[in-house]
């Protein structure tokens, strides 16, 4: 099975100011179709999880444009360039290269 | 509007069994993966199951394999899982999503599963 590792497991951060979470496979996350299934969500408080990335950089439908994703084969990376209130949540990365697997969860929370 | 809900979860003894549903309007939910999802009180997400649009290809993961049933009723807009032998440890909140390019687009506000006696 593909372990996710994040890191941090918890990110205090000030309004305004960026953030980076860290998603780290144990195997490479290329599928044999050449694509990389990795993707990260966000959730809030009490909410379901919700997506912002997929295919580890693009943006879903609706996703403001202060969240970005990054990474090749094993390392990954969610950006949010300003944080904002709302922001305040558990990211999860998630692999769907094989099998599907989540890593642990980062929390954000504001300073 | 796209939208999943389920249902049919509630607290149900060790050992007994339990039906959710997943209710999807709003898309053409024949086209879709569907999966169902699970998070324990206070913990993280863990992936439970997949199913293939027409519902002929189905995965599990190993907590649940032999004793969880996914299937659809592509009829019916409704995606179900089936839960025997039930354990504490299967005491979770249960999302179901959709499935677009490997990732969970859409989810469904959840429904509580409690296993005690």
């Known amino acids: 099975d593909i372990v996710m590792t994040q890191t941090p497991l918890s990110s205090p951060v000030t309004l305004g100011q960026p953030a980076s979470i860290s998603c780290r496979s144990s195997q490479s996350l290329v599928h044999s179709d050449g694509n990389t299934y990795l993707s990260w969500l966000q959730q809030r408080p009490g909410q379901p999880p919700r997506l912002l990335i997929y295919k580890i950089s693009n943006r879903f439908s609706g996703v403001p444009d202060r969240f970005s994703g990054s990474g090749a084969g094993t390392d990954f990376t969610l950006k949010i360039s300003r944080v904002e209130a709302e922001d305040v949540g558990v990211f999860y990365c998630m692999q769907a290269t094989q099998s599907y697997t989540f890593g642990q969860g980062t929390k954000l929370e504001i300073k | 509007e796209v939208q999943l809900v389920e249902s049919g979860g509630g607290l149900v003894q060790p050992g007994g069994s339990l039906r959710l549903s997943c209710a999807a309007s709003g898309f053409t939910f024949s086209s879709y993966g569907m999966h169902w999802v699970r998070q324990a009180p206070g913990k993280g997400l863990v992936w439970v199951s997949r199913i293939n649009s027409d519902g002929s290809r189905t995965s599990y993961a190993d907590s649940v394999k032999g004793r969880f049933t996914i299937s659809r009723d592509n009829a019916k807009n409704t995606l179900y899982l089936q839960m025997n032998s039930l354990r504490a440890e299967d005491t979770a909140v249960y999302y179901c999503?959709?499935?677009?390019?490997?990732?969970?687009?859409?989810w469904g506000q959840g429904t509580m599963v409690t296993v005690s006696s």
């Open positions: 999503a959709r499935d677009v390019f490997g990732a969970f687009h859409i």
